[in-house]
């Protein structure tokens, strides 16, 4: 079987590290599978990237433009939503015809428009959709928040002109998803059950099918490891408790930067002991700028694309914190419980579907930095805390492995 996975991005992302993880677990068990990408970040071959021109960073341009101008020449949310006007028509590609199944993951920002999509609809090839946010059951956005006009009709989005129009750009996007959909069988799949839920009540997906599938994680790669040895690998004191906070860019306010700020203020405040005896080791773009805005010592690293320095770092701390204020199933809080390594998190999307409360870490409540400072020192100060290690080891094993979730991908390709 070939299987052609489809994604804007190789590495930059978590549904473009999902895809790249599920595409490798795929060639594990005997399909032969490619990653279709707009920007390739490594010399994988079998990475495919697509013809580089002026017109694909045209094409990137005119969305957010079309954009801009609908939401009164603002850029806020210019790239909260997006508009599938413009794409690659992929079908003409070798790759394409010689796949037996199509499986699209995130292809937003002019890698594929609307009617790109028809046309792989057109092909009668299968087609298999992850699901990585919600746009492909919304008009335009990735995260509908508190807003549920997708569930009957998309329009006056808060994201586009202060959502004052009936007609707005949302509701003539969600016109021609609606349409598109309508004719055509796609399965989707969600990695969260949460995010099935949402996509289940789109009005969108009436008729289509939604299974839930996690992404994928090799735990012969993330795997606990001697901690003191970790440590020495990545410069970090062997002295002190190391709570790790990483993200793509540190200082997006999605990430919930500003709770973990007053979370460890407030540990700071209550528990004035941990002055001196806790670290906090974070990763990402901008992470030298937590260095002025948190009372612990602070050991800032560089963004991490490197798998086997992640493995590290995971292995060096005593837990990892997530106070992300939107979530699918994040491939971190993955990464983390896989090496062995407690997580605190928002009760937030599929985020309590992969913690089990006071079990293998600590769910705190959604928005609460008081919450979230309690989950950090209850894992700092559990006597247990060897019984947490584990079971976050056994949870990421059982759920997430390369061969659990490319087993039930088979599956799914098959009956299609």
């Known amino acids: 079987m070939r299987v052609l996975l489809i994604n804007t991005s190789e590495r930059m992302g978590g549904a473009a ?19 279709l990408v707009r920007d390739k970040q490594t010399d994988q071959i079998t990475v495919v990237p697509l013809k580089h021109s002026w017109l694909l960073v045209w094409k990137f341009v005119w969305e957010r433009i079309v954009i801009w101008s609908a939401n009164g020449f603002r850029k806020r949310n210019l ?18 015809q010689q796949a037996d199944v199509i499986h699209l993951h995130w292809v937003n920002q002019g890698m594929l428009s609307l009617h790109n999509l028809e046309k792989i609809l057109a092909s009668g090839k299968p087609l298999v959709w992850t699901m990585h946010d919600m ?7 990735h995260h509908a928040n508190q807003c ?3 569930r009957t009709m998309c329009h006056n989005c808060p994201y586009i002109g202060g959502g004052r129009r009936e007609h707005d750009l949302a509701y003539r996007i969600f016109v021609k998803k609606r349409s598109l959909y309508a004719h055509h069988r796609i399965h989707f799949v969600t990695p ?7 996509a289940k009540k789109s009005a969108l997906l009436v008729g289509q099918s939604v299974t839930v599938i996690p992404n994928p994680i090799n735990v012969n790669l993330f795997r606990p490891h001697d901690k003191a040895a970790a440590r020495r690998k990545c410069l970090l004191p062997e002295d002190r408790k190391l709570m790790l906070f990483g993200s793509v860019k540190i200082t997006d306010k999605r990430k919930g930067i500003d709770y973990l700020v007053e979370a460890c203020r407030l540990l700071a405040e209550r528990h ?31 963004f991490v694309r490197d798998d086997h320095r992640l493995v590290d770092i995971y292995n060096a701390v005593d837990l990892f914190v997530t106070p ?10 993955m990464e983390a419980m896989a090496c062995g390594t407690p997580c605190v998190g928002f009760n937030v999307g599929g985020i309590p579907e992969m913690i089990d409360h006071l079990h293998n870490g600590y769910v705190a409540a959604y928005k609460s930095a008081d919450d979230l400072a309690n989950g950090v020192y209850w894992i700092l100060t559990d006597p247990g805390y060897a019984g947490l290690s584990e079971q976050a080891w056994r949870k990421a094993v059982a759920y997430y492995s390369e061969n659990t979730v490319a087993r039930r991908f088979i599956d799914l390709y098959n009956k299609l």
């Open 192 to 198: 969260s059950h949460w995010l099935g839920e949402q």
């Open 324 to 333: 992300s204020l939107e979530e699918n199933l994040p491939n971190t809080v």
């Open 79 to 96: 790239f909260a939503v997006d508009i599938a006007n413009t794409g690659t028509d992929i079908t003409s590609l070798p790759e394409f």
């Open 17 to 35: 590290i999902a895809a790249s993880r599920l595409m490798e677990a795929l060639k594990n068990h005997g399909i032969k599978a490619k990653l």
């Open 272 to 302: 004035p002991e941990l002055r001196d005896k806790l670290g906090v080791v974070t990763f990402g773009k901008y992470s030298e700028q937590l260095k002025a805005m948190l009372p612990f010592e602070t050991y800032p690293l560089d």
């Open 148 to 150: 549920d006009y997708y």
């Open 135 to 141: 746009w492909p059951c919304t008009g335009i956005c």
